[in-house]
């Protein structure tokens, strides 16, 4: 009898500790994936920098170090004047905007009690004072906004460095992972990996010019049709048109509650607008500028973002678009061409 409450307790240490194992793999799982994404963000800065860096050197012909340095240089002097032009106005039109919004939908809640079938809808949603802090909760909140924004600040440093290292020794990265292949296959290996660059640029290029125009044709036509915090309002846009499918449509929902604040024609002009402009961006500008980069099927990104959304977060959602531009290259090189022997796939 005793032999066997020893044999249960050890299976049962052995089954507890097999139990507390996968725990912390998954875990671990979940923190890695997060680090590999910010490795990812650092990727595409890298890119982005390879990029101004190769389009300096053409026309100075100063060496790579050095335009990598310019290019360090340019950037960061882009974004901090960017931030120091609009930052101020920006600043005080967020506060106003958390302000007006509430008030918003408050406007909206009432339109909607007029309708019948709106009725239930409006009974499963709380109020929107509700979703305001209250006082014995705002040192909790503010905790959490506190931590958040260091966890942000410090993702933007890991992103910043890393993409630093990989644009300044590029060759030496590529080198290394093509030291992992079989030596018959290092030349088709740097093949596959100067498609990827390629693909991600162009991809990282049309992105980039894409978030101006939005944000730039937002901000007119908002102030052609009067509406307050014009410029906080297109800098959402611009920022959330790096997210494709999504980005547009939560960019969206502010502009429109403000314009209902105006009037329901107002709001519904808002639509439009944002509609256009999404449609423009869509299909003619992001379209020309990306001729080159692999062209995205709408469902693969959209189950991709979902995907990464759930399993990532934030940051998955943002980088579904560029990590699926790196899978279809890969399916395609590798298995397309290489394995099953398709010839007409690049």
Known sequence: MKSELVEFARRA???????????????????????????????????????????????????????????????????????????????????????????????????????????????????????????????????????????????????????????????????????????????????????????????LMGKLVAMVFVGVLVWLMLMMLGLPFALTLAVIAAVLTFIPNFGPIISAIPAVLIALMDSPMTAVWVIVLFVTIQALESYILTPLIQQSALSLPAALTISAQLLLGVFVGGIGLALASPLTVVVLVLVRSLYVRDLLGDPSVE
Do not use: C
């Open 13 to 203: 240490v052995v089954a507890g500790s097999v139990v507390i194992l996968l725990i912390v793999l998954v875990l671990g799982a979940g923190y890695a994936i997060e680090v590999l994404m910010l490795v990812f963000a650092g990727l595409l800065f890298a890119t982005l920098l390879l990029a101004v860096s190769e389009f300096v050197n053409r026309h100075t012909g100063i060496g790579d170090k050095f335009s990598i340095a310019i290019a360090v240089l340019l950037v960061a002097g882009i974004v901090i004047g960017s931030g120091f032009i609009l930052a101020p106005q920006v600043a005080e039109q967020s506060d106003e905007l958390r302000k007006t919004l509430p008030q918003s939908l408050d406007k909206l809640t009432a339109q909607l009690k007029q309708y019948d079938s709106a009725t239930w809808m409006l009974e499963k949603v709380p109020e929107p004072r509700e979703l305001m802090p209250r006082r014995e909760n705002l040192l909790a909140q503010l905790t959490g906004v506190f931590s958040t924004a260091l966890s942000v600040v410090g993702a933007i440093v890991v992103v910043f460095f890393v993409g630093i290292y990989f644009a300044a020794q590029p060759r030496m990265y590529t080198n290394g992972l093509t030291h992992l292949i079989p030596i018959d296959k290092h030349d088709r290996a740097r093949e596959v990996m100067g498609k990827i660059g390629a693909s991600l640029r162009w991809w």
